[in-house]
């Protein structure tokens, strides 16, 4: 059975959600308080974090970095903060997904199974398969169906390598600049826009209709496969 913990003082918001999750036969842990969501997460270790970030006692990124500490598991934050500042702080600090409330649980269950599903960390050299591209991550090779090598430059190689390691996670342009170019490059903004045009001239069907290599307004990139 899968174990989510719930955190929010938000008592309605965590009836609906235990009723929800438990009808789906998830086990069902709560927090109302990010000191109690660090304690419960010890005794009883979840396989999903969903985590609102205002909470009484802790900020929510404190939490989430607390977690981190300790355990992979995926974190989907839940918050009524919608400025782009604070998800990608949140992203930064280690979060998978963000929502913002008013939210459907529809959408909110759809993304925990995505979250879930992605949580089982690709092999260290698998072969990426999505589209008409084949990434082999082992040889450092990309392959188009029907149309031989795909020749990418170290920065476009090194920056592919990166959010494909990841499917499906939103990659935070601080967390991509600072992997790809290093200390320094955090806010070379335009860097990241240059090259991830690049990928998607060469890797996509349709590069200005790209559906895998995406961008998340304000706050970052994700690669669906």
């Given at each position: 059975?899968?174990?989510?913990?719930?955190?929010?003082?938000?008592?309605?918001?965590?009836?609906?959600?235990?009723?929800?999750?438990k009808?789906?036969?998830?086990?069902?842990?709560?927090?109302a308080?990010?000191?109690?969501?660090?304690?419960?997460?010890?005794?009883?270790?979840?396989?999903?974090?969903?985590?609102?970030?205002?909470?009484p006692?802790?900020?929510?990124?404190?939490?989430?970095?607390?977690?981190?500490?300790?355990?992979?598991?995926?974190v989907?934050?839940?918050?009524?903060?919608?400025?782009?500042?604070?998800?990608?702080?949140?992203?930064d600090?280690?979060?998978?997904?963000?929502?913002?409330?008013?939210?459907?649980?529809?959408?909110?269950?759809?993304?925990?199974?995505?979250?879930?599903?992605?949580s089982?960390?690709?092999?260290d050299?698998?072969?990426?398969?999505f589209?008409?591209?084949?990434?082999d991550?082992?040889?450092?090779?990309?392959v188009?169906?029907?149309?031989?090598?795909?020749?990418?430059?170290?920065?476009?190689?090194?920056?592919?390598?990166?959010?494909?390691?990841?499917?499906g996670?939103?990659?935070?342009?601080?967390?991509?600049?600072?992997?790809v170019?290093g200390?320094?490059?955090?806010?070379?903004?335009?860097?990241?826009?240059?090259?991830?045009?690049?990928?998607?001239?060469?890797?996509?069907?349709?590069?200005?209709?790209?559906?895998h290599?995406?961008?998340?307004?304000?706050m970052?990139?994700?690669?669906?496969p």
């Amino acid at each position: 059975m899968t174990r989510v913990l719930v955190v929010d003082d938000e008592p309605q918001i965590v009836r609906a959600l235990q009723i929800n999750l438990k009808a789906r036969s998830y086990e069902v842990h709560t927090a109302a308080t990010g000191t109690a969501a660090l304690s419960v997460a010890a005794q009883y270790p979840p396989d999903l974090v969903i985590l609102d970030l205002g909470l009484p006692d802790l900020d929510g990124v404190d939490v989430i970095r607390g977690l981190r500490g300790w355990t992979e598991a995926p974190v989907l934050v839940l918050s009524g903060r919608t400025d782009s500042s604070d998800k990608v702080e949140a992203l930064d600090a280690g979060a998978d997904d963000y929502m913002t409330k008013p939210f459907g649980i529809d959408e909110l269950l759809a993304r925990l199974r995505a979250v879930l599903r992605r949580s089982n960390l690709i092999p260290d050299e698998p072969v990426v398969t999505f589209g008409r591209t084949q990434v082999d991550l082992s040889a450092k090779r990309v392959v188009l169906e029907g149309g031989g090598d795909v020749r990418l430059t170290p920065t476009e190689w090194h920056l592919l390598e990166v959010l494909v390691r990841h499917p499906g996670k939103l990659m935070s342009q601080h967390q991509l600049l600072t992997e790809v170019w290093g200390p320094g490059y955090e806010t070379a903004s335009g860097n990241l826009r240059f090259y991830m045009g690049q990928l998607r001239r060469k890797l996509e069907a349709d590069p200005a209709r790209p559906v895998h290599l995406l961008t998340e307004p304000g706050m970052g990139y994700r690669f669906e496969p």
